[in-house]
């Protein structure tokens, strides 16, 4: 279904999902930072910065807790977090580098084991997408297959309209429930032109190449030029949309304590690290080439693709400069 909201509208939608008690998480300043964060009220929502961090907080959040115990004597009491109780949620103004990403983990936390603590929270929440028109050095969307313009992952997709106001398409039973229970703010489509869409400058990736070299190239030099220079501080996993590594802790003392799911990443020392004292990534180059491997190779071959979609964020961020769309590239000359 195609038709037309006002930016008036859209904030309306948002302010009244609110007064409902839905929990709308969308771009917003934080402490002077971008993030996807849960409005108190519309006029909190950026439209056009990338968030710093992705969405995929909002599903799997940096750290949970997933049960918690007690004891009393030899009485030991443990208590499940209910994941029925996560509220209903709208995430709006997503880009399409963050939600292409969200199939990206579905199928991760649905494959061999039923994440209930992700999928309920996806069950319950509605995407709607928002077409990018600004792009820069470090965006490659376009070189791993998508666009700005990539509905993949949302329910609902906006594109910004010359003269203001979005077009809307719908993509899923969701988009279409959001639109037809809040009509009397869409309308139809007056036929204005998009805003222009962003232009990353990347050129396309040949993936297949790249997959092919990584196949035969576990053991390589590349690797030690690659990433030596990588200092393992896990910024790269913690800002990308499909990385989706978490460990498990207990937290506590011997009569009370949670378990706790926190974020982890490939990158750190002790990701690999055994009991026996063995680590079999004992180098920060092999920990690096384990991040590349999973993105354009291990990734491809479970679920047929890369979870990269080229957001950039570990390009932006990384403390000494490692840019991984650089790498693909270099890989693909090979
Ligand atoms: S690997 Fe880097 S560019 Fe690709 S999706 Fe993750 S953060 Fe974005
Ligand atoms: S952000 Fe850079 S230095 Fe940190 S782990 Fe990733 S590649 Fe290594």
Redesign the pocket.
């Known amino acids: 279904m195609q038709t037309y909201i006002t930016q008036q509208n859209l904030n309306t939608l948002l302010d009244k999902l609110i007064a409902e008690g839905k929990r709308v998480v969308a771009p917003r300043i934080s402490a002077g930072t971008p993030l996807y964060e849960p409005l108190k009220n519309s006029g909190e929502m950026v439209m056009d910065q990338l968030p710093r961090r992705?969405a995929k907080e909002a599903f799997f959040p940096v750290c949970e807790d997933i049960m918690s115990y007690e004891k009393e004597g030899q009485q030991i009491t443990l208590k499940d977090i209910d994941p029925a109780a996560f509220p209903e949620t709208v995430l709006v103004g997503v880009h399409p580098?963050d939600a292409a990403?969200i199939p990206v983990l579905d199928a991760v936390f649905s494959w061999d084991y039923r994440d209930e603590f992700f999928l309920e929270r996806r069950k319950k929440t509605t995407i709607i997408g928002l077409a990018c028109t600004q792009s820069d050095d470090a965006c490659?969307c376009t070189a791993?297959g998508l666009s700005p313009a990539e509905p993949k992952g949302s329910d609902l997709f906006l594109t910004p309209l010359e003269g203001g106001g979005y077009n809307c398409a719908t993509y899923s039973d969701k988009g279409e429930a959001l639109v037809a229970g809040n009509n009397e703010l869409f309308s139809e489509p007056g036929g204005a032109k998009p805003l222009p869409l962003a232009e990353p400058q990347t050129a396309k990736f040949d993936l297949k190449k790249v997959k092919a070299w990584l196949d035969e190239h576990f053991e390589d030099p590349a690797w030690d030029s690659i990433a030596t220079r990588c200092v393992g501080c896990g910024a790269?996993a913690f800002?990308?949309?499909?990385?989706h590594c978490f460990d498990i802790v207990d937290e506590g003392t011997e009569k009370a304590g949670k378990r706790r799911k926190s974020w982890d990443a490939c990158g750190f020392w002790k990701f690999t690290h055994h009991a026996s004292g063995h680590n079999p990534r004992d180098m920060q180059p092999k920990r690096y080439r384990n991040r590349i491997m999973h993105?354009f190779k291990y990734y491809d071959d479970k679920f047929g693709q890369t979870?990269?979609?080229?957001?950039?964020?570990?390009?932006r961020l990384c403390p000494v400069g490692i840019d991984?769309?650089a790498i693909v590239e270099e890989i693909s000359k090979k």
């Open positions: 992705s580098c990403a490659f791993v790269c800002v990308c949309p499909a990385c993105k979870p990269c979609t080229g957001c950039g964020r570990c390009i991984i769309a």
